[in-house]
């Protein structure tokens, strides 16, 4: 299943349909600007960008994200940063950190399905926690799994998380805090999403209220800024030195030249316009799709109301079997994710996933309807 979905990267844009692939349309990203920023690292490194990086990554760019910690409450300083490619890069080197092949963790379900085939990867067990589109992941479950199995770590997304869409309460983040801290138990926190709010303000991380350096914060800018640049980060608290060695064994650095373009393009202050202007085209967008759901699938249809990201979560009928449904959808030229595709135990199977990172038009609008009739008749 998942191949399958990755093939839609490489599909013609202009022939299919694609509200699966979790990404945002490159109309919302600054390609002008960032491309300015390349030049200006090329022109102005004296290696031109061409020699290794440091292995801890761009000394310019871990300032950059650090003081980008501040609108999340956090005191970070550029020593507490490993730049990283991409944030799966970023959750797989902290988990190999703090875990051995045949440990167990407990994961949010559903939750990203890289995270899944990471672990899976890497020898580990996975104890499913179910994570509620209000609440986050279910404390009280987690509190139970912590009972009965040796969990060596936690993972969540607990910032409109993939695929419900939901964000975790501040206060319930401080309560998963302290449940880790209690227990003495890394937390692996995702926030690749964070920064996608809909809202006034910036969600608070769990990192927020690490008293320990137990949390262990991972994020990047592939949704929010220049996914194909693979620049990620991880904040590892007190595990710090053990994802660094991990990251020199895995790859020794970073490229050089897009760390120093991204530092550039910070420093500038760009990053803040940008994102305001992303965070409202996705909030109309949203919107947009959310309405387009409810007007052409069938009335039993729940799809939730996220207040960012640009992911919807979509449950049906529980006899309709999602996976066929995109089967049957691909033959039209429209990409969706089924819900099974989150799960390690193949849970959801009646649910979809679909991505609101296109701009609204009339071939989402046809596609949409499509899928509409599509599940009826399947009913
Ligand atoms: C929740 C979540 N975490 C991590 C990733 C992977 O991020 P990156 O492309 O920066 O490795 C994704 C990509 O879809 C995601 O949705």
Not at 94 to 118: H, K, M, W
Not at 246 to 271: C, D, E
Not at 298 to 323: I, Q, Y
Request: aromatic share 8%; hydrophobic share 40%.
């Amino acid at each position: 299943m998942i191949n399958s979905i990755y093939s839609d990267i490489a599909s013609p844009i202009d022939k299919v349909i694609n509200f699966a692939l979790a990404v945002p349309d490159i109309s919302l990203l600054p390609a002008a600007k960032i491309n300015k920023s390349v030049m200006h690292a090329l022109r102005n490194n004296k290696d031109h960008c061409i020699n290794y990086g440091h292995p801890q990554g761009n000394v310019e760019l871990r300032k950059q994200i650090a003081k980008l910690a501040f609108n999340w409450g956090g005191k970070i300083k550029p020593d507490d940063v490993v730049i990283t490619n991409g944030c799966l890069e970023a959750i797989t080197m902290c988990l190999r950190a703090v875990t051995q092949p045949g440990d167990t963790v407990a994961v949010e379900s559903p939750n990203y399905f890289g995270i899944f085939q990471s672990i899976e990867n890497m020898g580990l067990k996975v104890v499913e926690i179910s994570s509620c589109f209000i609440s986050g992941m279910e404390l009280d479950c987690l509190k139970k799994a912590i009972k009965k199995f040796p969990i060596k770590a936690v993972v969540t997304i607990p910032n409109f998380n993939n695929p419900l869409g939901g964000c975790m309460p501040d206060e319930n983040k401080q309560q998963l805090v302290e449940l880790i801290n209690k227990h003495n138990i890394p937390l692996i926190e995702d926030d690749i999403y964070g920064e996608l709010y809909f809202g006034k303000n910036r969600p608070r991380t769990c990192k927020s209220y690490d008293t320990r350096g137990l949390v262990m914060h991972c994020s990047s800018f592939s949704k929010s800024l220049i996914p194909g640049y693979r620049i990620g980060w991880a904040m590892p608290g007190k595990f710090i030195e053990q994802v660094k060695q991990i990251k020199r064994m895995h790859n020794i650095s970073s490229p050089s030249i897009t760390q120093a373009a991204i530092a550039h393009y910070l420093q500038n202050g760009r990053y803040e316009y940008h994102l305001k202007n992303m965070r409202k085209a996705l909030h109309t967008q949203c919107l947009r799709y959310m309405q387009a759901i409810i007007d052409y699938f069938p009335e039993d249809t729940k799809v939730s109301r996220p207040h960012g990201g640009f992911v919807l979560w979509v449950e049906l009928d529980k006899k309709l079997n999602a996976f066929k449904l995109r089967t049957e959808a691909m033959k039209h030229n429209i990409s969706v994710v089924p819900g099974k595709i989150f799960s390690a135990s193949c849970n959801y199977s009646n649910c979809l996933r679909i991505s609101f990172g296109k701009p609204w038009d009339d071939n989402a609008d046809y596609g949409l309807m499509m899928l509409g009739r599509m599940i009826r008749k399947m009913l």
